[in-house]
């Protein structure tokens, strides 16, 4: 009789339990730190109208999770993720910084060189001739090794725009080409440049595009939205979203 009405009471108790823990989850707010990276992610136009924000949605809504968004910088995104002032972060691509990652890229990034239109050199499964070529790379950024080890002079490029800033200056003749993450950050419509320059990748030195978790979210909601994640991933892949 005892060892019955305990075992009713411990029922009821992890019932208990489950349902708090349901309730802190659904009441958690969420705070997502968002950098440009146009096309997917352009702050030039309503959030709602950037492919990686409408897909970023969808991948919430599975979690029930409040969600709060916040517009940064590169480099400040990077330090309000590292001090817990906001929970995730994308497009993140940096993996040197060691920030944990959703095991699920959201799309991948072919890096390469751009040149203007009529100084085009299809070269790059040709090293030898990066020798002397003076190539615009952001500043701060990962670069394909191979470049300087085969004698091409780096420029770094600062600012925020890197992108229409190497696009100028190979234009203008003080560059003979710029190094791009990925194609279609140069190639779209929302680019007006984007028809001026031709580019070459790096076929082969393909990287993941990712979300990126603070250290101090906690492990149930990064279990959470990793597997809302998986799940969408397996509906439809953002990369095939984006193309709709």
Do not use: W
Request: proline share 5%; glycine share 4%.
């Amino acid at each position: 009789m005892y060892k019955s009405i305990q075992l009713k009471l411990s029922i009821k108790l992890a019932l208990i339990l489950a349902c708090c823990s349901t309730f802190l989850v659904e009441a958690t707010t969420l705070n997502v730190g968002l950098v440009e990276y146009p096309p997917h992610l352009s702050f030039k136009e309503e959030l709602n109208k950037s492919k990686l924000y409408q897909y970023l949605n969808k991948v919430i809504n599975k979690t029930k999770l409040k969600v709060k968004f916040h517009k940064y910088s590169n480099k400040r995104a990077k330090f309000e993720l590292n001090k817990g002032n906001i929970d995730i972060l994308l497009p993140y691509e940096d993996t040197a910084q060691n920030f944990k990652l959703f095991s699920t890229p959201l799309f991948h990034s072919v890096p390469g060189l751009c040149f203007k239109k009529e100084k085009f050199i299809p070269i790059l499964s040709a090293t030898h001739l990066f020798k002397g070529l003076i190539v615009g790379v952001p500043a701060g950024k990962p670069v394909l090794p191979i470049l300087a080890e085969k004698g091409a002079h780096l420029v770094a490029i600062e600012g925020a725009d890197i992108i229409n800033r190497g696009i100028d200056l190979t234009q203008r003749g003080r560059l003979d080409a710029f190094y791009h993450p990925s194609p279609i950050q140069v190639y779209h419509n929302s680019n007006p440049q984007y028809k001026e320059v031709a580019c070459s990748y790096f076929y082969g030195h393909s990287s993941g595009v990712y979300m990126a978790a603070s250290p101090n979210l906690n492990n149930e909601t990064f279990k959470l939205i990793e597997k809302a994640l998986k799940e969408s991933m397996a509906e439809i892949s953002y990369e095939f979203f984006y193309t709709q």
